[in-house]
């Protein structure tokens, strides 16, 4: 998921209202919470089209779904690193994204971190959530990455564990992507019974794809299910065409 540049408007009140914040807490006087709550009710934080609230809708893509759990519809602005625990990030663009009540409730002040000081959650706007999340066709659950390394040790994505974890594990969200799951494979199969040129293909299916799942499904891991294994082995050129535009890159 691609950050664009807020419109200039709203990066400029963004700035002012750190600089605020971080002049307060210098001063032992701030509030962040209230400091938050005001800003979020103004026209540069949600009120016009340039706002930051509609730049992270537009940066959502298709349903403007929760950068999270990619389910139910954003409607709220989340702080990736708690504004609480991380008042200096609390008005940086990069640390804003769009979550839906649900997943705003489940992650709260809630952030882990490695031992190096890393967040163990997944930032949806500058991680590859595939590097560190699986799809369970069979169920639609979402599990944590898991591979062998040179000496055979199976590892695991702690990314991948604390985002399932605490963000991922609800039925309804499973529920979401295996439906997912079930159109994206009914179109392919479609493809395979009649086939066509790649880009039609490929329309449909990125159109189909409300969850962000066809990286996976054209990654090393979702190429070995049904039908997109057939897809592979008997319409390579088609194959190489949607896995060039869809695949995670390495």
Sequence with gaps: MQRPPLPLAAQNYLDQRQ???????ADG???IERRWADARQTQAIAGTADSVLA????????????????????????????KAAYPTQAFRWPNL????????????????????GEPLF????????????????????????EWRDADLTLQCSE?????????????RIQDGWRRTWRHLARRVREFLALPCAAEPLLQDLQEEDT??????????????????????????????TCETRLAPAP
């Design 19 to 25: 600089q605020a914040a971080d002049q307060q807490q």
């Design 29 to 31: 006087t701030l509030d």
């Design 55 to 82: 730049t992270l809708r537009q940066m959502a893509g298709q349903g403007a779904r929760c950068m999270y759990c990619s389910d139910s519809r954003g409607t709220d602005i989340e702080h990736f690193r708690p």
């Design 97 to 116: 994204l769009l979550c839906c009540s649900a997943c705003g409730r489940l992650k709260g002040a809630r952030f882990p971190l490695d031992p190096a």
């Design 122 to 145: 997944i930032d949806p706007s500058h991680d590859d959530p595939w590097a560190h999340l699986n799809f369970v066709p069979e169920t639609g659950a979402l599990m944590p990455r």
């Design 159 to 171: 990314k991948g564990r604390w985002t399932a974890q605490i963000l991922l594990g609800d039925e």
């Design 211 to 240: 969850r962000g799942l066809l990286p996976w499904c054209f990654g090393p891991v979702g190429r070995t299910y049904s039908p997109f294994l057939e897809l592979r082995e008997h319409h390579p050129a088609v194959w190489q």
